[in-house]
Nanobody, 119 residues
Framework: QVQLVESGGGLVQAGGSLRLSCAAS????????MGWYRQAPGKQRELVAT???????NYADSVKGRFTISRDNAKNTVYLQMNSLKPEDTAVYYCNAKYTVVPSFRDVWGQGTQVTVSS
């Protein structure tokens, strides 16, 4: 099973930028979909952005135009570039991988990285 390790979180002022990285323990080239989710205190975990093995992307409405997800298969890493950050972006951000190992479906999560945006 692939293991995921996030990094790049931290404290930033509103309007600033951060880039999150998600390093996988093995090749991600064949992984059906990888994505970023976030969970703020007292709220449910929500989708931020996803990217398929073919490079198609999907974003939550709240981050469209500000966040960009990308993947580097050579480095087994997925990135989330976050610009124009807002206090409401404060959350723990989790990397996720969804893939199939016949006959099983795998849904793997990283440990999370904290992003705090001050006003």
């Amino acid at each position: 099973q692939v293991q995921l390790v996030e990094s790049g979180g931290g404290l930033v002022q509103a309007g600033g930028s951060l880039r999150l990285s998600c390093a996988a323990s093995r090749s991600i080239a064949s992984i059906n979909a990888m994505g970023w989710y976030r969970q703020a205190p007292g709220k449910q975990r929500e989708l931020v952005a996803t990217i398929t093995s073919g490079g198609s992307t999907n974003y939550a409405d709240s981050v469209k135009g500000r966040f960009t997800i990308s993947r580097d298969n050579a480095k087994n890493t997925v990135y989330l570039q976050m610009n124009s950050l807002k206090p409401e972006d404060t959350a723990v951000y989790y990397c996720n991988a969804k893939y199939t190992v016949v006959p099983s479906f795998r849904d793997v999560w990283g440990q999370g990285t904290q992003v705090t945006v001050s006003s």
